[in-house]
């Protein structure tokens, strides 16, 4: 399995971006696809999930109302449509792949993914 993230940038306060993550030797049909973001010194942050088994897409407070994942499943790409960015969501955006399904507890925490993309920077800053 591989996953390429893309579409990081700079943008200003209250701007937007979209993020994307192919996906390619995905087995499982059931499966949990997540975002996770990381500033320097610190773990990373668990922002968005879809969990395929239930259908389900589950986000962050923090990012709640403002960002929004979807997928396009012939082209196995999924998005982050981020939006309102503020400076404290500037990060390395990471997807990341667990083949088959999580339950709500596991889904925030990075070890419980087999795989990651190789992270994409979002600078939010005037």
């Known amino acids: 399995v591989q996953l390429q993230a893309s579409g990081g940038g700079l943008v200003q306060p209250g701007g937007s971006l979209r993020l994307s993550c192919v996906a390619s030797?995905?087995?499982?049909?059931?499966?949990?696809m997540s975002w996770f973001r990381q500033t320097s010194g610190n773990e990373r942050e668990f922002v968005a999930a879809?969990?395929?088994?239930?259908?389900?897409?589950h986000y962050s407070d923090s990012v709640k109302g403002r960002f929004t994942m979807s997928r396009d499943n012939p082209r196995n790409t999924v998005y982050l449509q981020m939006n309102a960015l503020k400076p404290e969501d500037t990060g390395v955006y990471y997807c990341a792949l667990y083949q088959g399904g999580l339950i709500l507890s596991q889904m925030k925490i990075p070890t419980s993914y087999h795989y990651w993309g190789q992270g994409t920077q979002v600078t939010v800053s005037s």
């Open positions: 879809f969990r395929r088994t239930h259908s389900s897409t």
């Open positions: 030797g995905v087995t499982s049909s059931s499966y949990t």
